[in-house]
């Protein structure tokens, strides 16, 4: 059973687009099988997985236990080496002597390549090792992934925005750590066309290697004419024309994370299809459409509708909405009632006047004025939250709202525009393999039939810079 350590561990890119996010409210994956294990086993066994992995989205605590004839038998993953231990010591306090077979992972059998970057215009992320499996989040080519372990032609992975999901193999390169930071100091591009080809030559009539959509990431290899010439992650080259990238960081570093530029990037969106789990270009689920429309201005949101709803500061919500900014995130669902969990469903982001785009159906314009033309009456009932992400004053986009303060980093105040200086996350670099864990819950179009999230204590979001420590 390895653990990595920091020193062989690569960055994580802050560039979370994906840039992960899922959408909305699913049933998360369920922990490993327990045959049968007995009930007060199982509770002592809960109360370490609500340490550990409060939401299996975001954490990995698969822990179960079985006989195997008569003895006792701890199975399953865990993502650290103390959460194995802690399951051990619950069992142990509750008067259970099991023997040990929970692995700590990334699984030995990986060897050193326990890291992955995206070779597909877009990587599907599914909630099981299997084709009909429920999508859970997308990633984008040239992204980073931590590799856990293989079953089959699947993966456990990790995004950068913490979802843990199932990848095909195929879906991504398999690298070492070395590897990662070899890629992650190249002179890298960034999509910024909705979508184009990568051609084998530097003419339009050339055959496609692959397509890529706006905001993936390819190495720049040169310049032929009007081309530029690239490689992918798997190494596989061609030439993509100029006007469809720019160079990444110096696209970074022009990002202005302003209210008005947030609603031109939300408007040029307009009519794209909703698609659960989805947070491409292509298509958007509705924590997807805002996770992109911050990427795109320099604001890193989590995946999950749920999720976002504890990033920022609450702004407070009365009936003429009063205390809203252009540019604040709405969150939609249902209020705590009779024993009842509050629950995060849907998320959009406010305009100004009542107006909130939102990816429903199709990304639209809807008004919370129960007397304009585009009402949409079931979020007027529905609006339960709101919450400002965006800095005070505009930030450079290389300040990022990457998560829930958790760490040294839950010293910073929400809104303040500085960093704890720690180790670099720009893009992948060696980091802590501590992975945070927070809450639960995915914004579906309406699917109230879908599992409750189980909501934990609020907390503020860390502005960070590349010189900043990552959530792994």
Same mark, same amino acid.
Request: hydrophobic share 40%; with cysteine.
């Given at each position: 059973?390895?653990?990595?350590?920091?020193?062989?561990?690569?960055?994580?890119?802050?560039?979370?687009?994906?840039?992960?996010?899922?959408?909305?409210?699913?049933?998360?994956?369920?922990?490993?099988?327990?045959?049968p294990a007995p009930p007060?086993? =199982?509770?002592?066994?809960?109360?370490?997985?609500?340490?550990?992995?409060?939401?299996?989205?975001?954490?990995?605590?698969?822990?179960?236990?079985?006989?195997?004839?008569?003895? #006792?038998?701890?199975?399953?993953?865990?993502?650290?080496?103390?959460?194995?231990?802690?399951?051990?010591?619950?069992?142990?306090?509750?008067?259970?002597?099991?023997?040990?077979?929970?692995?700590?992972?990334?699984?030995?059998?990986?060897?050193?390549?326990?890291?992955?970057?995206?070779?597909?215009?877009?990587?599907?992320?599914?909630?099981?090792?299997?084709?009909?499996?429920?999508?859970?989040?997308?990633?984008?080519?040239?992204?980073?992934?931590?590799?856990?372990?293989?079953?089959?032609?699947?993966?456990?992975?990790?995004?950068?925005?913490?979802?843990?999901?199932?990848?095909?193999?195929?879906?991504?390169?398999?690298?070492?750590?070395?590897? #990662?930071?070899?890629?992650?100091?190249?002179?890298?591009? $960034?999509?910024?066309?909705? =979508?184009?080809?990568? $051609?084998?030559?530097?003419?339009?009539?050339a055959q496609p290697v692959?397509?890529?959509?706006?905001?993936?990431?390819?190495?720049?290899?040169?310049?032929?004419?009007?081309?530029?010439?690239? =490689?992918?992650?798997?190494?596989?080259?061609?030439?993509?024309?100029?006007?469809?990238?720019?160079?990444?960081?110096?696209?970074?570093?022009?990002?202005?994370?302003?209210?008005?530029?947030? =609603?031109?990037?939300?408007?040029?969106?307009?009519?794209?299809?909703?698609?659960?789990?989805?947070?491409?270009?292509?298509?958007?689920?509705?924590?997807?459409?805002?996770?992109?429309?911050?990427?795109?201005?320099?604001?890193?949101?989590?995946?999950?509708?749920?999720?976002?709803?504890?990033?920022?500061?609450?702004?407070?919500?009365?009936?003429?909405?009063?205390?809203?900014?252009?540019?604040?995130?709405?969150?939609?669902?249902?209020?705590?009632?009779?024993?009842?969990?509050?629950?995060?469903?849907?998320?959009?982001?406010?305009?100004?006047?009542?107006?909130?785009?939102?990816?429903?159906?199709?990304?639209?314009?809807?008004?919370?004025?129960?007397?304009?033309?585009?009402?949409?009456?079931?979020?007027?009932?529905?609006?339960?939250?709101?919450?400002r992400v965006l800095p005070?004053?505009?930030?450079?986009?290389?300040?990022?709202?990457?998560?829930?303060?958790?760490?040294?980093?839950?010293?910073?105040?929400?809104?303040?525009?500085?960093?704890?200086?720690?180790?670099?996350?720009?893009?992948?670099?060696?980091?802590?393999?501590?992975?945070?864990?927070?809450?639960?819950?995915?914004?579906?179009?309406?699917?109230?039939?879908?599992?409750?999230?189980?909501?934990?204590?609020?907390?503020?979001?860390?502005?960070?810079?590349?010189?900043?420590?990552?959530?792994?």
């Open positions: 059973m390895q653990q990595p350590t920091p020193a062989s561990l690569a960055a994580l890119l802050a560039v979370a687009l994906g840039a992960g996010l899922v959408s909305c409210s699913s049933p998360p994956p369920q922990p490993v099988a327990a045959s007060a086993l =199982e509770r002592a066994l809960q109360s370490v997985r609500a340490t550990h992995a409060p939401d299996p989205h975001l954490a990995i605590f698969r822990v179960g236990a079985t006989y195997r004839g008569s003895t #006792l038998v701890l199975t399953g993953d865990v993502a650290t080496a103390a959460a194995r231990t802690d399951a051990l010591a619950a069992a142990r306090a509750a008067g259970f002597h099991a023997r040990d077979d929970i692995t700590v992972l990334p699984e030995p059998a990986l060897g050193e390549a326990t890291w992955g970057l995206v070779c597909l215009s877009v990587a599907t992320g599914r909630e099981l090792p299997d084709n009909p499996a429920e999508m859970g989040t997308q990633e984008l080519m040239g992204h980073p992934l931590r590799v856990w372990k293989r079953a089959g032609n699947w993966y456990l992975v990790q995004t950068a925005d913490r979802y843990v999901a199932w990848m095909e193999e195929g879906s991504f390169q398999p690298c070492t750590a070395a590897e #990662l930071n070899a890629w992650n100091q190249s002179p890298l591009l $960034l999509v910024t066309a909705f =979508e184009d080809q990568i $051609l084998e030559a530097p003419h339009p009539e692959s397509d890529v959509v706006m905001g993936g990431l390819v190495k720049k290899t040169g310049e032929t004419g009007d081309w530029l010439s690239v =490689e992918l992650p798997d190494r596989r080259t061609g030439y993509l024309p100029k006007p469809a990238a720019e160079d990444y960081a110096a696209w970074k570093q022009s990002r202005q994370s302003t209210p008005e530029a947030v =609603e031109r990037t939300a408007r040029s969106l307009l009519g794209r299809p909703y698609l659960w789990g989805a947070n491409s270009p292509k298509a958007f689920d509705c924590s997807g459409f805002t996770k992109f429309v911050f990427f795109l201005n320099g604001v890193s949101l989590d995946r999950n509708a749920s999720h976002q709803a504890r990033q920022g500061v609450e702004v407070p919500l009365d009936s003429r909405l009063a205390r809203l900014n252009k540019g604040d995130l709405l969150f939609f669902g249902r209020r705590p009632h009779h024993g009842r969990p509050e629950r995060v469903i849907h998320t959009g982001i406010y305009l100004g006047g009542h107006l909130f785009i939102h990816a429903s159906d199709r990304v639209r314009i809807s008004s919370l004025d129960p007397a304009s033309p585009l009402r949409d009456e079931h979020r007027i009932r529905t609006l339960i939250h709101a919450r005070a004053a505009a930030a450079p986009s290389h300040d990022l709202i990457i998560r829930n303060g958790q760490g040294p980093q839950a010293r910073i105040r929400a809104g303040t525009p500085a960093c704890t200086p720690a180790r670099s996350c720009g893009t992948l670099m060696p980091c802590s393999p501590r992975m945070p864990s927070t809450g639960t819950g995915r914004d579906p179009l309406d699917r109230s039939a879908r599992s409750a999230s189980s909501k934990r204590a609020s907390s503020s979001p860390v502005l960070l810079s590349p010189s900043s420590s990552c959530w792994w």
